[in-house]
């Protein structure tokens, strides 16, 4: 099954996680989901706090715990209020490395009343792992956040 296949083949259950769920208890089982599908090296969500990004729920390895606004993949995707894909770390201006091993991301913005909550972050131990099927899928499963 290729990527877009599973993407299709996961949404229907991504999409029932969310809907009429805790917004805590839904981030938790999409990143799992999310996370044992695809083999992603971390997977998780950035909440809005205040002015920064605070950790939320994830899976995998540790992981940063704030991350201020407009920096990194995050707080910039934040900033930008745009789905970012990176495919090389290295090459990306003020790249926040929480693990030495993450080597490729895509970071989308959950949107709810008008207003960016939370980030949705996947890192890839891979360079070039995400593209634009990531983006739009992630995108829709986010969507129902709303």
Excluded at 15 to 41: K, P, R, V, Y
Excluded at 86 to 113: K, L, M, T, Y
Aim: aromatic share 10%.
């Amino acid at each position: 099954m290729n990527k877009q296949e599973l993407y299709k083949s996961i949404l229907p259950q991504a999409i029932s996680l969310i809907q009429g769920e805790d917004e805590i208890a839904a981030m938790a089982n999409l990143s799992a989901l999310l996370h044992q599908t695809f083999g992603f090296w971390w997977t998780g969500f950035y909440r809005v706090v205040g002015d920064q990004l605070v950790l939320g729920p994830f899976q995998g390895p540790i992981a940063c715990t704030r991350i201020q606004y407009g920096k990194g993949v995050c707080g910039t995707a934040w900033k930008e209020q745009r789905t970012i894909v990176v495919p090389d770390v290295e090459e990306f201006p003020g790249h926040i490395a929480c693990s030495s091993e993450s080597r490729s991301e895509i970071v989308v913005p959950v949107w709810q009343n008008g207003r960016i909550t939370a980030v949705l972050d996947i890192d890839s131990n891979q360079l070039d792992t995400f593209d634009e099927i990531d983006a739009k899928y992630l995108e829709e499963i986010v969507s129902h956040f709303e």
